[in-house]
């Protein structure tokens, strides 16, 4: 095992080459594409997989796989690149949805027989975005995390409003500029921060602005242009408006990256950065925050039943669970943050599976409204059930490893907060009405007969999901693996924030009512 | 009377601009002399060698000047210090890259300066001087005449020479304004425009000028910079007077509230001289408004601070609303600019040295930026198309934003350095402008105005917004007239917030024709082309484009350069 090979800069490197690759291809060889895309994603893949190997597990509390070098020593700006546990359980989760996204391409932009010029664009776009992602999570130093968070804007953008539906110009514009104003407003406070740290030409690296002493009232207005940006990247209420639209124009691939990754980058962005670099201002904002996340947990869901455009589900969807995330987060207990880690990856694979398949529905019906569905259950029983599964990996049923992640995040935040506990366990009970009603009305009832012929599943489509379904379940009945991931760094933040953990007790687990 | 004594002069420090200064005076002297078959390729040479020995001059004063700090020459009236030295050397790289995009012509031989600019527009005797194939080779002289007043302008170590620098700049660009060879009476409009408020604000800085030297008896900086520290009883005169001196510095950068002239000037001059004047004109002028700042005034910026807040806050709002409205292209890059003017004044009120380095920085990147912009609008035709359907002549720059669609599809290379200019511009990460908004932020926030860094921000996110809609319309609309666009007109959403139908001035006024009959013909007279040249705005195209990646990615080598030499001499 080389423990000095560049892991993850090879991992950001290989999918840019691929883009390029995909974008000077010789107009021989174009109808290759779907082959080179899904070759350079596969290896991708193999890659992480080979970083998970040389990760050494029983420290997942420290970054590993570092690599530091002086980027603009005049700004005090360094490429540094490292993981713990939970930015490598992002980076395997990120680069597992790839390849299954440009799976689900293959149909979405052209036909079939053809690779056409705007599937092949759109591919290289996916893996630049790839890259981005990677680096994105693995990033140690602030500006070149800002950085990062601000360039991935930009192919996301392009694969909205080059690719979308109707409305997507409105959509892909909305998206900018929540993007932009959160993330400049963010640099300001990257600046602030960075004077207040030792300065030099390595002032910028997280370890050495994690455990300054800052003036309490600048620490609390960092600490909010910090979590400003996050809150509208993750997305989390009041500043969610940009995402249902957004999901609802983007092409199905996009959506899948769009809310199974790029937004966890935010919820990532409050464990990684708010907490650590402000611990004080963090406690002091935490109960107004935990205040934030149950509204989100409960509007998110209600605005999801309400919903009739299948897409606009999912996306509300996603804000309520982004409610828990941050819960876990901000109860400031290892079993929370642990429970609020593993549910970031969790995520990816429900949602991710989510929307593909209602990729598949859509492409079958041409229409994203659920009242144009009905008793497909009888037609397309294959697609039914992955469905279900998907759907029931959203409501947490056990046995499904959302299950896992949201009973952590529930009892760990029940010993420091009873009753946002409490409050946001009704959460689960919307869930069920917003899943299950949603299967009712697609699947269920007499075969409509404009339905009846509609194709099921085919080999690659079911090889596009497989994985995500799989996983879950594995997952959902030996968790012990990831969690071994994402504990170590839960205690490493509490620490840094300085609170004491609060045991999840039998009482509290007794307590959340499931 | 007494005896005449020769002053001694340091030749080799005013080497960059006696160069230029003398290939100008050889370049009429070429006008008069040479045969006019001839005199383009002479002049073109002439140009080309001051410019790049200019260049070469500054780089070997550099290692001098970067050791002891830097010599006040002519007794004190010019000063050559390190940001003097950085100045100078961005205005002749800037300026060697503006006349590569000056002299391009087109395949039938046309560059962009009217045949005859003393001839009233549409007579017979241009007529005439266009058939005889006529060139205006004066250009050249006068182009090396204001880039002569801009490399003294930052050096002035006086008030009068300040002045005499401000108008050997000027009266160059109030010419090269006039003569645009399309849209003369635009371009005649510009230029008038552009002289009556310049000589204006030239008046007012003239009587800032008097009532400083009533202050402080001296036209020197130091000795004014000394009289500022005293209580003297006249401060009104010193507030006053700096203030009027400051507006006319603030004119010539194109601030709000004396912005007004930029977008008609931008639009109406010749594009390659739009390019030039936007980019060296600004480095000149910001030049100079840093000594002021940062030497004479530094006892006063209690009070000015106010007035310079004011203006910069009035600045980046104004260019970035302002540019939210617009359908034309250089009128877009205008507004642009003067967003772009107040984002620099943040680093100039930050009052520090991280200031006076990000302000250089930003400077050379935007001027970069700026002429590889005007580069492609100038490349960017419109043909007219013949009734048969076949394309017809080259005509003007296709400057409305609507003409620009689909530009990405027929032709991804410029559309793509287009779009990497608009990034910059943009402060999009990865790109040369970002590192250069970075570092005058930081600044302001390090000199504690982070409520202008904050603004600052504020207005980048908004103007991202145009970028981006020019950036949308090259690569995901349909240009006007084609089959796709029909249907798409339709379905066409709010998004791009504004519309952007053809300019009902395309239409032909003879020809009788129904609404809907002028819609599609409005749409068929004239397509968009990308005009072939001889190449040379494509090599300065390439080079700006290069500047900005390489500053995007790998600024820190520059910023080193300049941090190392950036401190005035008092």
């Known amino acids: 095992m080389s423990s000095s090979f560049p892991w993850l800069t090879a991992l950001v490197v290989l999918p840019l080459l691929g883009a390029v690759a995909l974008w000077v291809l010789p107009s021989a060889g174009r109808n290759r594409t779907r082959a080179v895309a899904l070759g350079v994603a596969t290896a991708e893949l193999l890659l992480a997989v080979g970083a998970l190997l040389a990760f050494d597990t029983s420290s997942a509390g420290q970054y590993q796989l570092v690599e530091t070098h002086g980027w603009i020593p005049a700004f005090g700006v360094s490429y540094a690149v490292g993981v713990d546990g939970v930015g490598l359980s992002l980076v395997l989760m990120s680069v597992l949805l790839v390849p299954l996204v440009v799976l689900a391409a293959w149909r979405e932009q052209g036909s079939v027989a053809e690779a056409t010029d705007r599937l092949r664009r759109y591919l290289a776009l996916v893996l630049v975005l790839e890259a981005f992602i990677v680096a994105v999570f693995s990033a140690r130093d602030v500006f070149f995390f800002y950085v990062l968070f601000e360039a991935m804007l930009i192919p996301v953008y392009f694969m909205i409003g080059g690719f979308g539906g109707a409305q997507r110009r409105y959509a892909a514009v909305k998206f900018l500029l929540f993007g932009l104003a959160g993330g400049l407003i963010m640099l300001v406070a990257v600046i602030g921060v960075y004077l207040q740290g030792p300065r030099g030409p390595q002032g910028f690296l997280t370890e050495n602005l994690t455990g300054l002493t800052i003036d309490p009232t600048l620490e609390k207005w960092l600490f909010l242009a910090f979590f400003l940006a996050f809150a509208i990247k993750a997305p989390m209420f009041p500043v969610h408006t940009w995402l249902p639209d957004a999901a609802e124009q983007a092409p199905v691939g996009t959506s899948t990256l769009l809310v199974g990754v790029l937004d966890k980058v935010g919820t990532f962005g409050m464990l990684t950065l708010c907490l650590p670099l402000f611990p004080s201002a963090a406690r002091w904002a935490a109960p107004v925050i935990i205040v934030l996340a149950v509204v989100s947990i409960l509007y998110g869901a209600l605005l999801a039943i309400g919903q009739k455009d299948l897409m606009r589900l999912i996306a509300y969807t996603s804000v309520s669970h982004f409610g828990f995330i941050v819960l876990g987060i901000f109860a400031f207990t290892s079993t929370s943050i642990a429970g609020s880690s593993f549910y970031m990856v969790n995520h990816g694979l429900s949602t991710g599976a989510l929307f593909l398949v209602a990729g598949y529905l859509v492409a079958r019906r041409g229409s994203q409204q659920i009242a144009d569905f009905g008793g497909l259950q009888k037609v397309v029983p294959v697609l039914a059930g992955v469905f279900l599964v998907s759907g029931l990996s959203a409501l947490s049923l056990p046995g499904l490893s959302t299950f896992v992640s949201e009973i952590l995040v529930l009892v760990g935040t029940f010993a420091r907060h009873p009753a946002a506990s409490v409050v946001a366990s009704l959460g689960v009970v919307l869930a069920a009405i917003y899943v299950l009603w949603t299967y009712q009305r697609i699947f269920t009832g007499p075969v409509r007969d404009d339905l009846a012929s509609t194709p099921d599943l085919v080999g690659r489509e079911k090889w596009a999901v497989a994985p995500l379904l799989a996983l879950m379940i594995v997952f959902g009945f030996l968790p012990g693996p990831a969690l071994d991931l994402v504990r170590p760094p839960a205690q490493v933040t509490l620490e840094q924030v300085g609170v004491t953990d609060v045991p999840a007790s039998a009482t509290a687990a007794e307590g959340s009512d499931r | ?570």
């Open chain 2, 1 to 570: 009377m007494s005896d005449f004594t020769a002053p001694t002069v340091a030749w080799a420090q005013l080497s960059p601009v006696l160069i230029v200064l003398l290939a100008a005076v050889v370049g009429v002297l070429v006008e008069a002399f040479v045969p006019a078959a001839r005199r383009r390729a002479v002049q073109l040479g002439l140009s080309v060698v001051a410019l790049a020995g200019a260049l070469v001059a500054v780089a070997a004063l550099w290692s001098g000047v970067s050791d002891d700090g830097g010599t006040a020459v002519l007794g004190g009236s010019l000063i050559v210090d390190g940001p003097t030295l950085v100045l100078q050397g961005t205005l002749a790289l800037l300026a060697l890259l503006a006349l590569l995009v000056v002299v391009d012509r087109t395949e039938t031989g046309e560059d962009a300066f009217a045949p005859s600019a003393s001839s009233v527009p549409g007579s017979e005797y241009e007529e005439l001087a266009r058939r005889k194939g006529v060139e205006q080779t004066e250009i050249y002289p006068l182009l090396l005449f204001a880039t002569g007043g801009m490399l003294i302008f930052p050096a002035a170590g006086d008030l009068l020479t300040l002045f005499v620098a401000l108008e050997v700049l000027s009266l160059p660009l109030y010419l090269l304004t006039g003569m645009a060879r399309r849209r003369r009476l635009l371009s005649q409009e510009a230029s008038m425009k552009y002289f009556l408020l310049g000589a204006f604000t030239s008046a007012l800085m003239l009587f800032g000028i008097a009532l400083v030297y009533g202050y402080s008896g001296s036209l020197r900086y130091s000795t004014i910079a000394d009289a500022t520290q005293e209580a003297s009883g006249l401060d009104g005169l010193l507030l006053v007077g700096s203030v009027l001196i400051l507006a006319g510095l603030l004119f010539k950068v194109g601030a709000a509230p004396f912005h007004t002239w930029t977008p008609d000037v931008y639009q109406g001059a010749p594009t390659p001289i739009t390019g030039f004047m936007a980019a060296c004109t600004k480095v000149a002028a910001f030049g100079a408004l840093l000594r002021i700042v940062y030497v004479v005034l530094p006892g006063l910026d209690w009070d000015l601070s106010v007035v310079l807040w004011t203006v910069t806050i009035l600045t980046m709002v104004v260019g970035t609303v302002g540019a939210l409205v617009q359908t034309d292209m250089k009128r877009v890059l205008g507004y642009s600019s003067i967003a772009h003017a107040g984002f620099i004044l943040t680093g100039v009120v930050a009052l520090n040295q991280a200031g006076l380095t990000a302000v250089l920085f930003y400077l050379l990147v935007y001027g970069a930026a700026t002429i590889g912009a005007f580069g492609v609008v100038w490349l960017v035709r419109e043909r007219s198309v013949q009734p048969d359907g076949s394309a017809g002549a080259v005509l003007g720059e296709a400057s409305h934003l609507s003409q620009w669609a689909g530009l990405g599809r027929s032709n991804p290379a410029l559309a793509l350095v287009f779009a990497l200019f608009l990034l910059s511009f943009a402060g999009i990460p990865l790109t040369a402008g970002f590192a250069g908004k970075f570092a005058v932020f930081s600044a302001a926030i390090e000199g504690g105005a982070w409520p202008l860094a904050l603004i600052g921000v504020l207005s980048s996110s908004a103007a991202a917004f145009f970028y981006v809609r020019i950036i949308v319309l090259m690569f995901f609309t349909e240009p006007a007239g084609s089959p796709e666009a029909e249907g798409a007109a339709a379905a066409e959403d709010g998004a791009s917030g504004l519309p952007l139908d053809v300019p009902a001035a395309q239409v032909p006024a003879e020809q009788p024709a129904t609404a809907l009959a002028v819609e599609v013909r409005a749409a068929a007279t004239t397509t968009t082309t990308v005009v072939g040249t001889e190449g040379f705005a494509a090599v300065a195209i390439a080079v700006c484009a290069a500047a900005t990646v390489i500053l995007g990615v790998a600024p820190s080598w520059l910023l080193e350069l300049i941090g190392g030499v950036a401190q005035f001499l008092p």
